[in-house]
C-alpha cells in the first residue's frame, strides 16, 4: 500500500514510470497538508493513500492534523452546511472562537515547509499567522456552486492569500473570487483494503461477524450519517422497493471526529425505522472497518448513492471499481463518474420513486446490471484512480513553484 510496485499490473509500467519522471522536479521539495481528521470522511481517506505514494515517489509530503475542541467542530460544521447554501447565524462568537483555534494551532505548528495544502474550511484562517514564504493551496472538497453569501464574504478574506484553490468541479470554479483555480478529480486507492480484491471466504466472514444475513438482495448506502447523504430518504426508498420485491437494506457509515451531527442523524434513523431494524429489513452499522465496506460493496445487488449534495462522491467511485451497479443522485461530482443507463443511473435527489423504480429494474435484470457494473469499472479505470491523481498533484505542484 506505500509503494507504487503494486501499481503497475494495474496500470501498467509507463504510467508508474512517468510519476518518477515528474517527480524529479520536485527532489528536496518538501508538502505539508492540513486538515482536520485523521479518520471519516474523503478527504482522510484520500490523504491516508496518497501521501506515502508521494513519499515514494522521493518527494517529501507530510500531514497534520488540526486541533479544536466540540464548540469549534460544532461551528465548522455549521460552515461546512452554509457552504453548501444553508442559512447560518454568523455571529462574532463563532467568527473569534473560528479564528482563534487556528491562531492557537499555528502557535505550536512550525512551517518551513516548500508548499502548503490547506484542506477545506476548518484549517483555512491558518494562512493568516504566518509569514508567507512558499505557495500556499486550499483544496476545497466541497460544492461550491452556492454558499452562504454572509458566510462567503467572511471566507473569501482569508481565501485571497492563497495562491491557488483547488476543487472538484469546473461548476465550483466562482468568478467573485479573484485567485487562481484548478480542477482536480478525486480518486481512490484500489490498493488500499477498501477497495483490493478480497475472497468470498473473508466477505462472508465480515457479513457475518455484523449480523447480515445473505438470504435476500442486499441494497446498501455507506455514508457518514449526515443529512445531506439523506438516509431517511433512503429508508423511504426502500419501503417502495419493497411493494414490488423482498430485499434488504443496509446503511453503513461511520462518525468522523469533525462531524458533530453525525450521532444525531443516526439516532433520528434508529427512532423513525424500528420496525424495519427489529426485523431485521433494515440494518444500520456505525463503524469504521473498510473490509466491511469493501464486502459490502461487492455483496450487495445495488449501490445507492442519494445525496442532496455532494462534492464527489468516492463512495460511488468505489463501488463501480467493484462491478456493482450504482443508482444515484444528479448532483455534485457524480455526474463526472456516471453516464446515466450506462455504468449506472443518475435521479433527482428527491426522486424516491424514480431510485426504487431502477432498483427493482437492477434486480429483475441480473444481465444487464452485469454489463453496467462492467463499465463502471472501466469509467474508474481511465479516470479516478489514484495514480492519476498523483499525476495531477505532482503537475501542480511543478507549475506553482
Not at 464548540?71 to 455571529?91: E, M, P, R, Y
Not at 469499472?377 to 479516470?383: I, M, W
Not at 489514484?386 to 505532482?394: A, F, V
Request: hydrophobic share 40%; charged share 25%; net charge positive.
Amino acid at each position: 500500500m506505500h509503494s507504487l510496485d503494486g501499481y503497475i499490473e494495474i496500470v501498467g509500467e509507463n504510467v508508474i514510470a512517468n510519476l518518477f519522471r515528474k517527480a524529479r522536479k520536485l527532489y528536496g521539495k518538501h508538502v505539508l497538508h492540513i486538515n482536520s481528521t485523521y479518520q471519516g470522511g474523503g478527504v482522510a481517506v484520500l490523504l491516508s493513500s496518497k501521501i506515502p505514494l508521494m513519499n515514494d515517489l522521493g518527494v517529501d509530503a507530510g500531514w497534520r492534523i488540526l486541533h479544536g475542541n466540540p464548540d469549534f467542530f460544532s461551528i465548522t460544521k455549521k460552515f461546512h452546511n452554509a457552504i453548501l447554501g444553508q442559512d447560518i447565524n454568523l455571529s462574532e462568537i463563532k467568527k473569534k472562537l473560528y479564528i482563534r483555534t487556528n491562531e492557537e494551532f499555528s502557535k505550536f505548528t512550525h512551517i518551513g515547509h516548500d508548499i502548503v495544502v490547506i484542506h477545506d474550511p476548518q484549517p483555512l484562517p491558518l494562512i493568516k499567522f504566518y509569514k508567507k514564504t512558499q505557495p500556499w493551496l486550499w483544496r476545497c472538497h466541497i460544492d461550491l456552486t452556492r454558499p452562504n453569501p454572509q458566510l462567503w464574504g467572511f471566507l473569501k478574506k482569508f481565501l485571497i492569500r492563497y495562491d491557488m484553490i483547488v476543487v472538484s468541479n469546473e461548476g465550483y470554479i466562482r468568478e467573485d473570487l479573484p485567485v487562481d483555480w484548478k480542477v482536480i478529480y478525486p480518486a481512490i486507492n484500489p490498493l488500499a483494503p477498501k477497495n483490493m480484491e478480497i475472497s468470498e471466504k473473508l466477505i462472508e466472514k465480515n457479513l457475518n461477524k455484523y449480523g447480515i444475513p445473505n438470504d435476500k438482495p442486499l441494497i446498501t448506502q455507506i455514508s457518514r450519517f449526515d443529512r445531506l447523504k439523506d438516509p431517511e430518504g433512503v429508508v423511504e426508498v426502500f419501503k417502495l422497493v419493497r411493494k414490488e420485491m423482498d430485499a434488504r437494506l443496509i446503511l453503513c457509515g461511520s462518525a468522523a471526529t469533525d462531524d458533530p451531527e453525525g450521532g444525531m442523524v443516526y439516532e433520528r434513523i434508529s427512532r423513525k425505522a424500528r420496525k424495519l431494524i427489529e426485523n431485521k429489513d433494515l440494518i444500520l452499522i456505525n463503524v469504521e472497518n473498510d473490509i466491511l465496506v469493501n464486502a459490502l460493496q461487492r455483496k450487495s445487488s445495488v449501490i445507492v448513492q442519494k445525496s442532496l449534495m455532494e462534492g464527489f462522491g468516492l463512495t460511488v467511485t468505489e463501488a463501480l471499481w467493484k462491478e456493482t451497479p450504482v443508482v444515484a443522485s444528479k448532483v455534485g461530482g457524480i455526474p463526472l463518474q456516471i453516464k446515466d443507463k450506462v455504468n449506472g443511473y443518475l435521479l433527482g435527489a428527491n426522486d424516491h420513486e424514480g431510485f426504487a423504480d431502477r432498483i427493482v429494474y437492477i434486480l429483475n435484470n441480473p444481465e444487464q446490471s452485469r454489463k453496467m457494473g462492467r463499465k463502471g469499472r472501466e469509467t474508474v479505470k481511465k479516470n479516478f484512480l489514484l495514480t492519476r491523481l498523483i499525476s495531477d498533484y505532482l503537475d501542480m505542484f511543478i507549475e506553482i513553484l
